[in-house]
């Protein structure tokens, strides 16, 4: 009926993983599944639901007649020091499902829940980036987070990106090229920046693969002018607040770029 961020509460059931089973046979009942090039996921409220992903994703692979399915996983666990979900899934997202990914999209929150390390400054974002890496994607977006190295930390939001390939043709060994882009904080809070942020990036790094400086700069602008325009006239009610998106159809097609430049650090 509506997002959990109403004051008033909402309506509707929690999907389990036996409805999400029969949604996927009866798609692939009809061959349905063939031309599937992405999965993308984001808030997923129960375990059971969320093996069922697991089982999506590896039978979507396998009806792509040898093309690979590319998958973003957006690990929506919480932000700001609280949990959206039970803390139960975090297990299943480490060693079952971002295995699987190609790209995971965690906030700060999300990332240090998931490898135990408390992010305060870039070094810790690189350890965390790492340890992210090594559970399988090839690409870790930490979609937002404080640097705490910066003068003005608290009127600032960093996002990181490591984008993790082989050194040689060999795959002996590995190289990451970890790039960072900053932007002001717009006043208030927004429903589904997380959301948008994970659309964004599977699109842009599809379009712009291998441009990591040029994915974040039209990422983050797109970013920054939904939620200012969404700001520009949002009162006190959370239905104010919805993100503009129809009204931001240039900015999402077209991103206005370089509002922000994104550097490499690594």
């Known amino acids: 009926s509506n997002h959990t961020g109403y004051p008033s509460g909402f309506e509707g059931d929690v999907l389990d993983g036996s409805r999400l089973r029969a949604i996927l046979s009866g798609l692939q009942e009809n061959d349905l599944l063939c031309n599937i090039g992405h999965v993308l996921t984001g808030y997923i409220g129960s375990s059971s639901f969320l093996r069922q992903v697991i089982h999506v994703l590896k039978t979507v692979r396998s009806c792509a007649g040898g093309s690979h399915v590319r998958y973003v996983c957006d690990p929506v666990l919480g932000d700001s020091g609280k949990f959206y979900v039970p803390p139960e ?3 299943i997202y480490r060693e079952e499902l971002i295995p699987l990914a190609d790209v995971v999209t965690p906030n700060q ?26 559970m399988g994607p090839s690409l870790v ?28 043709d060999t795959n002996s060994s590995v190289q990451d090229e970890i790039w960072q882009i900053d932007s002001p904080v717009v006043p208030g809070h927004y429903t589904g920046t997380g959301d948008l942020i994970a659309a964004l990036l599977l699109a842009w790094t599809t379009t712009c693969s291998g441009e990591m400086c040029s994915v974040l700069e039209k990422v983050i602008g797109t970013m920054h002018s939904v939620i200012k325009r969404t700001w520009e006239i949002s009162s006190d009610s959370v239905a104010s607040k919805e993100l503009q998106l ?21």
Request: some cysteine; proline content about 6%; glycine content about 6%.
């Open 89 to 91: 899934l975090v297990p």
């Open 246 to 266: 129809i009204q931001s159809k240039i900015d999402i097609e077209c991103p206005p770029v370089p509002l922000f430049k994104a550097k490499q650090i690594f």
């Open 141 to 168: 977006v930490i979609t937002s987070m404080i640097n705490g190295e910066c003068s003005n930390k608290g009127g600032v939001i960093t996002v990181v990106a490591s984008k993790r390939s082989p050194k040689d």
């Open 109 to 134: 929150f999300e990332a240090e829940q998931l490898t135990g390390i408390t992010i305060k400054n870039m070094d810790d974002a690189r350890q965390v980036c790492d340890k992210l890496h090594n």
